[in-house]
Protein backbone atom coordinates (compact mmCIF):
# COMPACT_ATOMS: atom_id res chain seq x y z
CA UNK A 1 0.00 0.00 0.00
CA UNK A 2 0.73 3.87 -0.26
CA UNK A 3 3.21 5.27 2.60
CA UNK A 4 5.22 8.03 3.53
CA UNK A 5 7.99 7.69 6.07
CA UNK A 6 9.60 11.15 7.23
CA UNK A 7 12.69 12.01 9.00
CA UNK A 8 12.60 11.61 13.17
CA UNK A 9 12.14 14.72 14.92
CA UNK A 10 12.29 16.84 17.39
CA UNK A 11 14.26 18.70 15.02
CA UNK A 12 16.00 21.87 16.73
CA UNK A 13 17.32 24.78 15.53
CA UNK A 14 18.39 28.39 15.82
CA UNK A 15 16.68 31.43 14.50
CA UNK A 16 17.57 31.71 10.95
CA UNK A 17 19.26 28.69 10.46
CA UNK A 18 18.49 26.57 7.13
CA UNK A 19 15.69 23.84 7.31
CA UNK A 20 15.45 20.36 5.74
CA UNK A 21 12.69 17.97 6.92
CA UNK A 22 13.30 14.74 4.65
CA UNK A 23 10.14 13.01 2.99
CA UNK A 24 9.77 9.56 1.09
CA UNK A 25 6.89 7.66 -0.41
CA UNK A 26 5.90 4.75 -1.84
CA UNK A 27 2.82 4.72 -4.23
CA UNK A 28 1.41 3.38 -7.33
CA UNK A 29 1.30 5.96 -10.44
CA UNK A 30 0.96 9.16 -10.07
CA UNK A 31 0.35 10.59 -6.55
CA UNK A 32 -0.36 14.11 -5.33
CA UNK A 33 1.85 15.44 -2.26
CA UNK A 34 1.22 17.49 0.47
CA UNK A 35 2.80 18.86 3.67
CA UNK A 36 0.65 20.30 6.02
CA UNK A 37 1.45 22.19 9.68
CA UNK A 38 0.04 21.64 13.00
CA UNK A 39 0.70 24.84 15.47
CA UNK A 40 0.58 23.78 19.13
CA UNK A 41 -3.07 23.58 20.41
CA UNK A 42 -4.33 23.70 16.57
CA UNK A 43 -5.48 21.46 14.01
CA UNK A 44 -3.62 20.46 11.05
CA UNK A 45 -3.48 22.92 7.57
CA UNK A 46 -1.89 22.61 4.39
CA UNK A 47 1.41 24.55 3.95
CA UNK A 48 1.98 23.15 0.11
CA UNK A 49 1.24 20.89 -2.28
CA UNK A 50 2.84 19.22 -6.14
CA UNK A 51 0.45 17.78 -7.92
CA UNK A 52 2.91 15.85 -10.79
CA UNK A 53 6.57 15.46 -10.94
CA UNK A 54 8.87 18.34 -10.86
CA UNK A 55 6.50 20.60 -9.71
CA UNK A 56 7.62 23.09 -6.85
CA UNK A 57 4.99 23.65 -3.60
CA UNK A 58 6.00 27.01 -1.68
CA UNK A 59 4.12 28.87 0.65
CA UNK A 60 5.43 31.17 3.33
CA UNK A 61 9.29 30.92 2.39
CA UNK A 62 8.76 26.70 2.79
CA UNK A 63 9.48 24.99 -0.62
CA UNK A 64 9.20 21.68 -1.78
CA UNK A 65 9.73 19.91 -5.13
CA UNK A 66 7.78 16.58 -6.51
CA UNK A 67 11.19 14.40 -7.26
CA UNK A 68 9.91 11.01 -8.60
CA UNK A 69 12.73 9.73 -9.53
CA UNK A 70 14.24 9.97 -5.93
CA UNK A 71 10.38 9.27 -4.77
CA UNK A 72 11.15 12.50 -2.45
CA UNK A 73 9.06 16.08 -1.70
CA UNK A 74 11.86 17.36 0.86
CA UNK A 75 10.58 20.45 2.84
CA UNK A 76 12.90 22.79 3.40
CA UNK A 77 12.87 26.70 4.08
CA UNK A 78 15.89 29.08 4.10
CA UNK A 79 15.47 31.20 7.44
CA UNK A 80 13.46 29.90 9.97
CA UNK A 81 11.48 31.85 12.89
CA UNK A 82 10.68 31.04 16.14
CA UNK A 83 6.80 31.08 15.20
CA UNK A 84 7.78 28.46 12.63
CA UNK A 85 7.99 25.88 15.41
CA UNK A 86 5.10 23.28 14.87
CA UNK A 87 4.95 19.09 13.92
CA UNK A 88 5.08 19.07 9.88
CA UNK A 89 3.83 16.11 8.16
CA UNK A 90 4.27 14.49 4.66
CA UNK A 91 0.92 13.13 3.27
CA UNK A 92 0.11 11.93 -0.52
CA UNK A 93 -2.88 11.14 -2.56
CA UNK A 94 -3.11 8.58 -5.13
CA UNK A 95 -5.48 10.59 -6.70
CA UNK A 96 -8.00 13.78 -6.91
CA UNK A 97 -11.27 11.68 -6.62
CA UNK A 98 -14.88 11.75 -4.69
CA UNK A 99 -13.02 11.49 -1.20
CA UNK A 100 -9.47 11.87 -2.13
CA UNK A 101 -7.82 9.95 1.24
CA UNK A 102 -4.63 11.23 2.69
CA UNK A 103 -1.98 9.08 3.66
CA UNK A 104 0.80 10.76 6.20
CA UNK A 105 4.26 10.70 7.34
CA UNK A 106 4.69 10.42 11.50
CA UNK A 107 5.32 13.74 11.10
CA UNK A 108 8.16 16.04 12.58
CA UNK A 109 8.30 18.46 15.44
CA UNK A 110 10.44 21.54 14.80
CA UNK A 111 11.51 23.52 17.34
CA UNK A 112 13.04 27.04 17.30
CA UNK A 113 14.76 29.01 19.19
CA UNK A 114 16.37 32.25 19.59
CA UNK B 1 -12.50 31.53 6.71
CA UNK B 2 -13.46 27.64 6.25
CA UNK B 3 -14.32 26.48 10.03
CA UNK B 4 -14.08 22.95 11.79
CA UNK B 5 -15.14 22.62 15.36
CA UNK B 6 -14.78 19.98 17.45
CA UNK B 7 -17.36 19.11 21.04
CA UNK B 8 -14.60 19.32 23.32
CA UNK B 9 -10.69 19.52 23.66
CA UNK B 10 -10.77 17.32 26.35
CA UNK B 11 -12.53 14.54 27.44
CA UNK B 12 -11.99 11.88 30.07
CA UNK B 13 -14.13 8.62 30.19
CA UNK B 14 -14.43 5.39 31.83
CA UNK B 15 -13.96 1.91 30.32
CA UNK B 16 -17.16 0.39 28.49
CA UNK B 17 -19.02 4.07 28.09
CA UNK B 18 -20.54 4.84 24.86
CA UNK B 19 -18.65 8.25 23.92
CA UNK B 20 -19.54 10.24 21.06
CA UNK B 21 -17.34 13.27 19.64
CA UNK B 22 -19.01 15.36 17.64
CA UNK B 23 -17.83 17.87 14.25
CA UNK B 24 -19.71 20.58 12.39
CA UNK B 25 -18.38 22.39 9.19
CA UNK B 26 -19.60 25.71 8.37
CA UNK B 27 -18.42 25.40 4.53
CA UNK B 28 -21.04 23.26 2.89
CA UNK B 29 -18.50 20.54 2.14
CA UNK B 30 -19.19 16.78 1.08
CA UNK B 31 -16.55 14.98 2.55
CA UNK B 32 -15.54 14.64 6.36
CA UNK B 33 -13.06 12.66 8.10
CA UNK B 34 -12.28 11.08 11.33
CA UNK B 35 -8.66 10.23 12.31
CA UNK B 36 -6.88 9.31 15.43
CA UNK B 37 -3.32 10.87 16.28
CA UNK B 38 -1.06 9.13 18.58
CA UNK B 39 2.69 9.81 18.75
CA UNK B 40 5.24 7.73 16.13
CA UNK B 41 2.60 6.81 14.40
CA UNK B 42 1.04 9.73 12.64
CA UNK B 43 -2.88 10.74 11.80
CA UNK B 44 -4.51 7.25 10.97
CA UNK B 45 -8.04 7.36 9.12
CA UNK B 46 -10.57 5.71 11.08
CA UNK B 47 -13.74 6.75 8.96
CA UNK B 48 -14.76 9.02 6.17
CA UNK B 49 -18.14 10.54 4.73
CA UNK B 50 -18.79 12.25 1.41
CA UNK B 51 -22.66 12.49 1.39
CA UNK B 52 -25.50 12.43 3.97
CA UNK B 53 -25.79 9.20 5.34
CA UNK B 54 -22.89 7.36 3.66
CA UNK B 55 -19.58 5.88 5.37
CA UNK B 56 -16.29 4.39 4.33
CA UNK B 57 -14.45 2.21 6.10
CA UNK B 58 -10.52 3.83 6.70
CA UNK B 59 -7.69 1.93 8.06
CA UNK B 60 -8.79 1.36 11.72
CA UNK B 61 -12.43 1.42 11.87
CA UNK B 62 -12.78 -1.66 14.60
CA UNK B 63 -14.01 -0.28 18.01
CA UNK B 64 -15.74 3.06 16.11
CA UNK B 65 -19.04 3.75 14.24
CA UNK B 66 -19.96 6.96 12.50
CA UNK B 67 -23.28 8.84 11.64
CA UNK B 68 -24.30 11.64 9.45
CA UNK B 69 -27.39 12.83 9.36
CA UNK B 70 -26.85 16.26 8.35
CA UNK B 71 -24.19 17.39 5.89
CA UNK B 72 -22.46 20.00 8.02
CA UNK B 73 -22.40 17.43 11.16
CA UNK B 74 -20.17 13.95 11.64
CA UNK B 75 -20.13 11.79 14.93
CA UNK B 76 -17.71 9.77 15.44
CA UNK B 77 -18.73 6.51 18.17
CA UNK B 78 -17.11 4.79 20.68
CA UNK B 79 -19.87 2.24 21.43
CA UNK B 80 -17.66 0.52 24.25
CA UNK B 81 -14.74 2.79 25.10
CA UNK B 82 -11.40 0.84 25.82
CA UNK B 83 -7.74 2.27 26.85
CA UNK B 84 -6.44 1.65 23.85
CA UNK B 85 -8.44 4.45 22.57
CA UNK B 86 -7.13 7.03 24.58
CA UNK B 87 -5.70 9.30 21.70
CA UNK B 88 -6.11 12.34 20.33
CA UNK B 89 -8.95 12.54 17.60
CA UNK B 90 -8.93 15.24 14.52
CA UNK B 91 -11.93 15.67 12.47
CA UNK B 92 -11.40 17.41 8.61
CA UNK B 93 -13.54 18.16 5.81
CA UNK B 94 -13.44 18.73 2.49
CA UNK B 95 -14.72 19.39 -0.83
CA UNK B 96 -15.91 16.90 -3.67
CA UNK B 97 -14.00 16.64 -6.65
CA UNK B 98 -10.45 17.92 -7.93
CA UNK B 99 -10.14 20.16 -4.63
CA UNK B 100 -10.72 17.15 -2.30
CA UNK B 101 -7.00 16.77 -1.42
CA UNK B 102 -7.36 19.98 0.87
CA UNK B 103 -8.40 19.14 4.10
CA UNK B 104 -9.66 21.54 6.73
CA UNK B 105 -9.08 20.28 10.31
CA UNK B 106 -10.92 21.14 13.74
CA UNK B 107 -8.30 20.87 16.90
CA UNK B 108 -8.80 18.10 18.12
CA UNK B 109 -10.23 16.18 20.80
CA UNK B 110 -8.00 14.84 23.24
CA UNK B 111 -10.06 11.91 25.03
CA UNK B 112 -8.75 9.43 28.09
CA UNK B 113 -10.15 6.11 28.45
CA UNK B 114 -9.41 5.34 32.08
Known amino acids: GDSVTQMEGPVTLSEEAFLTINCTYT??????LFWYVQYPGEGLQLLLKATKADDKGSNKGFEATYRKETTSFHLEKGSVQVSDSAVYFC?????????????FGTGTRLQVTL | DVKVTQSSRYLVKRTGEKVFLECVQDMDHENMFWYRQDPGLGLRLIYF???????EKGDIPEGYSVSREKKERFSLILESASTNQTSMYLCASSLLGTASYEQYFGPGTRLTVT
Open chain 1, 91 to 103: ALTPYTGTASKLT
Open chain 1, 27 to 32: ATGYPS
Open chain 2, 49 to 55: SYDVKMK
